[in-house]
Structures are given as structure tokens and as C-alpha cells.
């Protein structure tokens, strides 16, 4: 399994269209989710950065592939919020197909960071691009963020709730809840990223996802 410091991050470029992506090689993983659902924060989160990744109040702040290097053969991709409503038809249009397009043809995106707040998951947007990544067979890592905003006993009922919900996708999806304010499930974050950033990943059991995300 990969060992990776995240403190490391470094800007590559932001792109409008896949066609300005780096060269397809290498090792992609993409974090997606609905317009304030913690996306940005957990980023900031993970990789000990204040603004590495853009927090406002106003939602769809991200609107382009934003693309971050760890090292030579390893990149972290912040994808735009999806959801928002105070951008033009035409802008979501493009970004849609843009989204088809990225998750269809890019070769080295590994797997996909689904933000979801605790306090809401599994809205019809993310039903939605849990469908895209099944259609593209995209393995997908749920975070329920913000779940500093709840209590444990409601944290365990949602997270079982949700279990049950996926059972209908036939992707691999493994999930944990997550907060960026306490740093709850950032040490299993970071160990779901290593093993998908990790050369080995085709070899190692899927079942020891599914044991991290049950244990939470």
C-alpha cells in the first residue's frame, strides 16, 4: 500500500474540458459532491491546507477540474460541486458532459470521494452520480461529512441506513462518516486513498475496504 504525504499537495492547473487534462498515466483520484456538502473542507482537511481547495457560502465556487500532484504519478482532482442553482443552463450542461466524458475515458481515475453531509445524503443528485460512475464501473468511497454536527447514535443509524440504501448499485462503494471540524475519519480517508494511489491496488483483497468502512 501506498505511503503518501498529503501536506505535500501542489497545484497543477484547472481545466474547463477534458481535453486540457495532463497526460492520461499515472494514478487519479477524484473528490465529487453536491454544493456545500463539506467537499472543499474535507480536501482542506486531508491535505492540512487552510484554502487549498476554495470554501464559500456561495454554492458551485469550484466550477472547472481543478488537478493537485502528490508526487510524480499521483494526482488529486477536485471535480466541480454539482447542484448548484445560480449557474446558467448552459454552464450545466457542459460540466455534465464533461463529467460523462471524464468518468467514460480517463484511464489512470483509480476512484471517486463522494461527499455527502450526514445531515442529507443520498439526494437525487447523488444518486445520480453514483449511476454515472456504476455506468463507467467506478468504485466509489462515500464520506457522510459534518457528522460533528451529530450525535453517535444518529451518526450509526445513518450510516446504516445508507448501507442498506446502496445495496441496489452494483459498484463497489465503501463509506465511512467523516468531519472536517474534529478530524473524524481523516486517518481512514487517508488509508482509502493510499490503497487506491497504491501500484499493488489490483491485487489486494476488496474485502479489507468493506472491513474499514464497517468498523466505523
Given at each position: 500500500?501506498?505511503?503518501?504525504?498529503?501536506?505535500?499537495?501542489?497545484?497543477?492547473?484547472?481545466?474547463?474540458?477534458?481535453?486540457?487534462?495532463?497526460?492520461?498515466?499515472?494514478?487519479?483520484?477524484?473528490?465529487?459532491?453536491?454544493?456545500n456538502?463539506?467537499?472543499?473542507?474535507?480536501?482542506?482537511?486531508?491535505?492540512?491546507?487552510?484554502?487549498?481547495?476554495?470554501?464559500?457560502?456561495?454554492?458551485?465556487?469550484?466550477?472547472?477540474?481543478?488537478?493537485?500532484?502528490?508526487?510524480?504519478?499521483?494526482?488529486?482532482?477536485?471535480?466541480?460541486?454539482?447542484?448548484?442553482?445560480?449557474?446558467?443552463?448552459?454552464?450545466?450542461?457542459?460540466?455534465?458532459?464533461?463529467?460523462?466524458?471524464?468518468?467514460?475515458?480517463?484511464?489512470?481515475?483509480?476512484?471517486?470521494?463522494?461527499?455527502?453531509?450526514?445531515?442529507?445524503?443520498?439526494?437525487?443528485?447523488?444518486?445520480?452520480?453514483?449511476?454515472?460512475?456504476?455506468?463507467?464501473?467506478?468504485?466509489?468511497?462515500?464520506?457522510?461529512?459534518?457528522?460533528?454536527?451529530?450525535?453517535?447514535?444518529?451518526?450509526?443509524?445513518?450510516?446504516?441506513?445508507?448501507?442498506k440504501?446502496?445495496?441496489?448499485?452494483?459498484?463497489?462503494?465503501?463509506?465511512?462518516?467523516?468531519?472536517?471540524?474534529?478530524?473524524?475519519?481523516?486517518?481512514?480517508?487517508?488509508?482509502?486513498?493510499?490503497?487506491?494511489?497504491?501500484?499493488?491496488?489490483?491485487?489486494?483483497?476488496?474485502?479489507?475496504?468493506?472491513?474499514?468502512s464497517s468498523?466505523?
Open positions: 500500500m501506498a505511503n503518501i504525504s498529503y501536506n505535500k499537495i501542489e497545484f497543477v492547473k484547472s481545466a474547463a474540458y477534458c481535453k486540457d487534462l495532463p497526460e492520461d498515466r499515472g494514478y487519479e483520484v477524484a473528490f465529487a459532491g453536491r454544493s456538502a463539506g467537499k472543499s473542507s474535507a480536501l482542506n482537511a486531508l491535505t492540512n491546507r487552510k484554502n487549498l481547495a476554495k470554501t464559500s457560502s456561495k454554492p458551485g465556487k469550484t466550477q472547472h477540474i481543478n488537478l493537485f500532484r502528490l508526487d510524480k504519478s499521483r494526482i488529486l482532482v477536485d471535480l466541480p460541486g454539482y447542484g448548484f442553482s445560480k449557474v446558467n443552463r448552459a454552464e450545466k450542461a457542459r460540466w455534465q458532459g464533461e463529467l460523462t466524458k471524464y468518468l467514460a475515458e480517463r484511464q489512470c481515475l483509480k476512484g471517486i470521494v463522494l461527499v455527502m453531509d450526514i445531515r442529507h445524503p443520498l439526494t437525487e443528485l447523488d444518486r445520480t452520480m453514483i449511476e454515472f460512475a456504476e455506468s463507467t464501473n467506478r468504485d466509489i468511497h462515500i464520506i457522510l461529512s459534518k457528522s460533528d454536527k451529530l450525535k453517535r447514535g444518529k451518526i450509526a443509524a445513518t450510516v446504516l441506513k445508507v448501507k440504501q446502496l445495496k441496489e448499485f452494483s459498484i463497489e462503494i465503501t463509506m465511512q462518516p467523516f468531519s472536517s471540524e474534529n478530524g473524524n475519519g481523516l486517518k481512514e480517508l487517508r488509508q482509502k486513498l493510499d490503497l487506491w494511489y497504491s501500484e499493488k491496488t489490483a491485487s489486494i483483497d476488496a474485502t479489507l475496504t468493506n472491513t474499514d468498523d466505523q
